[in-house]
């Protein structure tokens, strides 16, 4: 595991007269990883940078208490990281974890740059979601985490050439990723999303939010509205992370962990299908 940390290289790029300056963000984003500035600006060519991802960087950049504290949690959280991994899942994960400043790519994005396992996360987007505590810096990492280690022990590709296919993979690699986040977390059911009654809420509708998704899966429509901070269902963020959570909980009364992780999609589906 390797831990890089370019919180100071923001401060001192970035804050002076709380301007934001492209030309040398780009400089900086290479020297974290050559190609990651690009790799960046591919990302959220979906955006607009004038309205969405200007005004987020710079709220960030003059938010100085809740850096800080972002600072001081991503430091806790990392110091005895590689031995939690460990005692969780009983091996080392191989994978770069860098605290940098992005172009509002996420608060948390496992990918792989030039073949190495990367988990970014976003200065500007965690700030941006009040995630900067530590109890949710220990969520966003632990739950990338899980993707890591889900890509590593799941060796077959999916050809998720369908929507509802694509339906079906989603939320079921965000659910073990979330099982893992509150395994190593050592906090069963426990949710970072949960705030102003998220999870009762989720709890109270769950026949209802489980009924749609997979409606969506059969016919085959999109399920936008269940993902991200930005979509809502029935007003409503992220429901899909609770439903894909849920669906693993009701998979480990018939299999271990590292089963759940390599089920035939086939089989997955047929489990979903009956999941309620």
């Not at 899966?217 to 959570?245: A, P």
Request: proline share 1%; aromatic share 14%; glycine share 6%.
């Amino acid at each position: 595991m390797n831990i890089i940390n370019t919180y100071n290289k923001v401060k001192k790029l970035f804050i002076d007269n709380n301007n934001f300056n492209y030309n040398q963000w780009s400089i900086y984003a290479d020297s974290i990883l050559p190609g990651l500035a690009d790799l960046l600006e591919r990302d959220s060519t979906d955006y607009n940078y004038e309205r969405d991802i200007l005004p987020t960087i710079t709220n960030a950049l003059v938010s100085k208490e809740k850096l800080y504290m972002l600072h001081q949690s991503f430091l806790t959280v990392t110091k005895h990281l590689q031995h939690r991994i460990v005692a969780v899942f009983g091996i080392d994960i191989d994978v770069d974890i860098i605290l940098y400043l992005g172009l509002c790519n996420g608060a948390g994005w496992a990918t792989n740059i030039h073949g190495r396992k990367s988990i970014l996360l976003g200065i500007e987007k965690i700030v941006e979601l009040d995630w900067f505590d530590e109890n949710s810096m220990i969520a966003l990492i632990y739950h990338e985490l899980g993707h890591i280690w889900h890509e590593s022990i799941r060796t077959t590709k999916e050809n998720n050439i369908t929507q509802g296919k694509k339906n079906m993979w989603q939320v079921y690699t965000e659910g073990v990723a979330m099982y893992c986040e509150q395994l190593l977390y050592d906090k069963p059911h426990y949710y970072h999303q949960d705030k102003n009654g998220w999870l009762i809420w989720c709890n109270s509708n769950k026949d209802i939010v489980i009924s749609e998704y997979k409606k969506r899966i059969i016919s085959n429509e999109s399920v936008q509205e269940f993902f991200g901070d930005w979509n809502k269902f029935l007003d409503h963020s992220d429901v899909g992370y609770y439903i894909g959570t849920e669906f693993i909980y009701y998979l480990s009364k018939k299999y271990k962990l590292d089963e759940i992780a390599t089920l035939n999609m086939d089989v997955i589906t047929e489990e979903f299908l009956s999941f309620k």
